[in-house]
């Protein structure tokens, strides 16, 4: 009776292809390291809509052969197409002007119908004035940013701003006017308001499973955009499709339900294969320059923080699904406490729950999620190359020291800074 147990344990723990001991298993997926069994048990979510599968295909073909380019060069530069990458991004923008064009002549046209017409013509200069309202470029504002998330600025954090103008002084740009703290295993850099400030997202799922080395690798990642100038970074390109995505939306074809939706549906065909074509068109003269952004991006994070912590910011996004459901566990299980003072020992606990099980994860499993990536092509999204090939360029290429260090003693102080936003962030998110 023992014999066939101990049988079936060494079955349950070898590969059922090759024979070899199975890696993982328990928490994690078991494995095999060897013929690759059961590396991906799950299947990826397959993007909707053409444009967004477009967008996938060719993030992925455009960051392997960026990745085989910088790879054969042996450098930043080499074969990335200065000169090519120069006249899309011309290109780009004359796309982007020609799309505004099309918002200021219906705007002009508008206001044309309601001053100048007769009859019903200033009423239905009505139309083509509130679609130009609807599609103009907004800037948003710092106080709308800010209104329903925590905030840090520089006289409540000063140690945080120091370093965060630190690491921004190191890649070659400037620092931010505030920093919006969140749940999101996430991190972000983007400009607000006429004046352009910059804001840093913060979202305490990352920053918290990060060492404090690595988050000095994620922020000189984030700065690094403004460095390297992304073509859609630019406020042309950027608002040019957010307004290409704003008739997406609203010529996007109805549930057929009665002959009238067929009759509208036929009606927007043209104009919507016209905006999927000039959607697609700008992602092709615009994609493989942010490809190439994402790269320069990382090595600037290599530069700042370490080669060994800006692969290990790489390594936190590919478990990104796992730090996701560590969070969602802690949700879940706040439902089921009633008592108050329990709740708030959960709220003071949740971010060093979370950043224990972050440092959990085994080796293995990260091994195991490249492959996934090698796989799946994976990427954080359509503007990103695949993560697998992003964390072989840092750890394969040319080993970088920290020029921007951050110790022990000031970590702690930068924590300090975070304590009362990290409270607030917990509640909201132990809410539910």
């Known amino acids: 009776m023992t014999e066939a147990i101990d049988e ?3 079955a349950d723990t070898a590969c059922p292809d090759c024979g070899t001991a199975l890696t993982g298993g328990g928490a994690y997926v078991a494995w095999c390291a060897g013929c690759g069994w059961n590396t991906d048990p799950g299947a990826a979510e397959e993007p909707t809509g053409r444009i967004e599968q477009a967008r996938r295909r060719l993030a992925r073909r455009y960051g392997e052969q960026l990745f085989a380019d910088l790879t054969a060069a042996g450098g930043r530069d080499g074969a990335t197409g200065r000169t090519g990458r120069s006249g899309s991004a011309l290109l780009a923008s004359g796309l982007a002007l020609a799309v505004h064009g099309i918002t200021l002549a219906l705007l002009a046209g508008g206001i044309a119908m309601i001053v100048a017409g ?3 013509v200033p009423f239905l200069g009505a139309v083509p004035l509130v679609v130009a309202l609807v599609l103009r470029p907004r800037f948003g504002s710092l106080r709308k940013e800010t209104a329903d998330r925590p905030v840090l600025r520089r006289p409540d954090a000063p140690e945080l701003f120091a370093l965060l103008d630190e690491v921004a002084g190191a890649v070659g740009t400037t620092g931010v006017a505030a920093v919006v ?3 999101d295993v996430n991190a972000s850099v983007h400009t607000c308001g006429v004046r352009q400030r910059r804001v840093l997202t913060v979202g305490l799922g990352l920053w918290e499973a990060l060492a404090p080395q690595e988050r000095i690798a994620l922020l000189g990642h984030e700065f690094g955009h403004y460095a390297h100038h992304d073509t859609r970074h630019l406020l042309l390109v950027s608002h040019a499709f957010r307004s290409l995505d704003t008739w997406a939306y609203a010529l996007a074809p109805q549930p057929s339900a009665s002959l009238l939706d067929d ?15 000039v959607t697609t068109l700008l992602d092709h003269l615009t994609l493989r320059g942010s490809q190439r952004s994402e790269y320069l991006a990382d090595e600037a994070a290599a530069r700042v923080g370490g080669s060994k912590a800006a692969a290990g910011v790489t390594d ?7 730090l ?3 969070l969602r566990r802690e949700t879940i299980a706040a ?6 003072s329990r709740h708030e020992d959960a709220v003071e606990g949740l971010w060093r729950r979370h950043a224990e099980r972050a440092a959990a994860v085994p080796a293995s ?3 195991r999620l490249r492959r996934v990536g090698e796989l799946r092509g994976h990427s954080v999204d359509s503007t990103h190359p695949p993560t697998h090939l992003r964390h072989r360029l840092l750890s394969g290429g040319e080993e970088h020291a920290p020029r921007v260090e951050l110790d022990a003693e000031r970590a702690a102080r930068v924590d300090a800074e975070f304590d009362e936003v990290r409270r607030l962030v917990a509640r909201e998110l132990l809410r539910g």
């Open 118 to 120: 007769e009859g019903l």
């Open 335 to 340: 439902r089921t406490r009633r008592n108050g």
């Open 316 to 322: 936190r996004l590919l478990c990104a699904e796992i």
């Open 8 to 10: 079936r344990r060494a």
């Open 324 to 326: 996701v459901g560590s």
């Open 365 to 367: 499993e990260y091994e």
């Open 263 to 277: 009759l509208v549906n036929l009606s927007t065909a043209l104009p919507r294969l016209a905006v999927e074509g």
């Open 181 to 183: 703290v969140d749940a």
